[in-house]
């Protein structure tokens, strides 16, 4: 039988066991979460900066070939990691497309219904990119899904970019 001693250090020595198992594990979950939430944010920003390009522009989004400079000459710091998410390696300046759908648009013909992807992650990282389901990140940046950036100013994670209105 064992002391009590020797129960306390054998308990002890299970629960670091136990931490130093779970603690990589953990790491990881969070900084999965940290850069998901970052993109998600950079996200919502665009989506906010395209509502007040609209507001200033008599209600019309941006051609879908200069969204990206539009967007940056008055409403985006172009020193910031807005246009990239983290998980994005390549050398592209944007990691976001813009649905080409919907360029010139006016934002009010946009909101109804208020569920179209506005912005999505890009497989064509480029200067002003944009495109449609065919463009998507692919792989996923996020696990088995991307982040899509909806008219509404929602953003949603899903695996299916079909799934969602495009126009």
């Given amino acids: 039988m064992l002391s009590t001693r020797a129960r306390v250090g054998l308990a002890f020595a299970a629960v670091l066991l136990l931490f130093a198992l779970g603690y990589p594990i953990l790491l990881r979950s969070r900084e999965r979460t940290g850069r998901h939430s970052a993109c998600r944010q950079n996200m919502r920003d665009l989506v906010m900066a395209m509502r007040m390009y609209a507001y200033d522009s008599d209600g019309l989004l941006p051609p879908a070939s200069q969204w990206c400079d539009a967007l940056l000459m008055a409403y985006l710091d ?6 990239k998410c983290p998980r994005d390696r390549s050398a592209g300046r944007c990691s976001y497309g813009m649905n080409s759908a919907l360029g010139g648009k006016a934002l009010a013909e946009v909101g109804e219904p208020p569920d179209v992807v506005l912005f999505y992650e890009t497989v064509r990282p480029a200067r002003n990119p944009s495109g449609g389901p065919s463009d998507v990140a ?4 996020h696990d088995s899904s991307n982040l899509y950036a909806l008219s509404d100013a929602t953003v949603r994670l899903t695996e ?3 799934a969602l209105r495009w126009e």
């Fill in 78 to 83: 172009p020193n910031s990691d807005m246009l």
């Fill in 138 to 141: 692919s792989p996923p940046r």
């Fill in 160 to 162: 299916d970019p079909t």
